[in-house]
């Protein structure tokens, strides 16, 4: 059975920084982090593959960066320089597909996560 547990959002002021992780169990995936703030539609922010290469919306670029554990099957968002309008639940998902490209599309994960609150005051 996999699960995803996703962790580390809270309240931050603009310009500061959060750690986001997500703790996988029950298979090895291509990792993803999403966001959704209210009233609008989910968006890719990041993902990860097994070996490391990574990808980046570019609204997260140059200020957050994902990485892995394969060791502890943990997936992190590093955010740094965040704002306002990053304020949004953040949701990391698991997915089996092979494509790098594809990883930026919701629809090519199989598991998703809880979801995590991040709140950035101006």
């Known amino acids: 059975q996999v699960q995803l547990v996703d962790s580390g959002g809270g309240l931050v002021q603009a310009g500061g920084s959060l750690r986001l992780s997500c703790a996988v169990s029950g298979g090895t995936f291509s990792m993803g982090w999403f966001r959704q703030a209210p009233g609008k539609e989910r968006e890719f922010v990041a993902a990860?593959?097994?070996?490391?290469?990574?990808i980046y919306a570019n609204s997260a670029k140059g200020r957050f960066t994902i990485s892995r554990d394969n060791a502890k099957n943990t997936v992190y968002l590093q955010m740094n320089s965040l704002k306002p309008e990053d304020t949004a639940v953040y949701y990391c998902?698991?997915?089996?597909?092979?494509?790098?490209?594809?990883?930026?599309?919701?629809?090519?994960?199989?598991?998703w996560g809880q979801g995590t609150q991040v709140t950035v005051s101006s």
């Open positions: 990860v593959r097994w070996s490391g290469v990574a």
């Open positions: 998902a698991a997915s089996k597909s092979y494509s790098t490209g594809s990883l930026s599309y919701g629809d090519a994960y199989d598991y």
